[in-house]
């Protein structure tokens, strides 16, 4: 049986992680023999299903998972942070287009909103709320419709011939 598996990181690195005395090699065989419910001793023979299954187990036992836990509610609640101010200053966080569009300004992010990182969204929080302070967005786009306004609009104009033939 061939292996969907090819990278084998994930399992090592939570493997090191796991205390144990003894012969490490024999630890490991049992682990996937458990995991594959006897049918083999390799991890190249493993499935996808049992690989993923194995290393969720192990995260749990070596406490990887609430610290994944953490760093996922954490984001989730800069995130949220983030467009909330974003919110306040006039962006429309209902449209993601115009999210990533704002986040893309190199003054603002410079990415995509889904791709900021926590340290890139406490950044991006100190922004918004500096424009806050300084009346938002709503303000610099009053100042450019006012602008619009006062300037004289085009006109064009059409010459008509009086002799020209009707249709």
Same mark, same amino acid.
């Given at each position: 049986m061939r292996s969907a598996v090819t990278n084998f990181a994930r399992f090592y690195a939570l493997f090191g992680k796991v205390p144990y005395y003894?012969? !490490?090699? #024999?630890?490991? +065989?049992?682990?996937? =023999?458990?995991?594959?419910?006897? !049918?083999? #001793?390799?991890? +190249?023979?493993?499935? =996808?299903?049992?690989?993923?299954?194995?290393? #969720?187990?192990?995260e749990r036992l070596t406490g990887q998972d609430e610290w994944r836990k953490k760093l996922r509610e954490e984001l989730r609640f800069r995130r949220s942070v983030c467009l909330k101010l974003m919110q306040q200053i006039g962006v429309d966080t209902t449209d993601w287009a115009r999210v990533n569009d704002f986040c893309l300004n190199p003054r603002i992010a410079g990415m995509p909103f889904g791709r900021l990182g926590t340290e890139e969204l406490e950044q991006l929080a100190v922004k918004l709320r500096s424009i806050k302070r300084k009346?938002?967005?709503?303000?610099?786009?009053?100042?450019?419709?006012?602008?619009?306004?006062?300037?004289?609009?085009?006109?064009?104009?059409?010459?008509?011939?009086?002799?020209?033939p009707k249709n």
């Open positions: 003894g012969d !490490r090699e #024999e630890f490991k +065989r049992s682990i996937v =023999r458990q995991y594959t419910r006897n !049918r083999t #001793e390799s991890l +190249r023979e493993m499935t =996808r299903d049992e690989y993923n299954a194995c290393c #969720e187990a192990l009346g938002g967005l709503k303000k610099e786009m009053e100042k450019r419709q006012e602008q619009e306004v006062k300037q004289p609009g085009r006109a064009v104009y059409v010459i008509i011939d009086p002799n020209a």
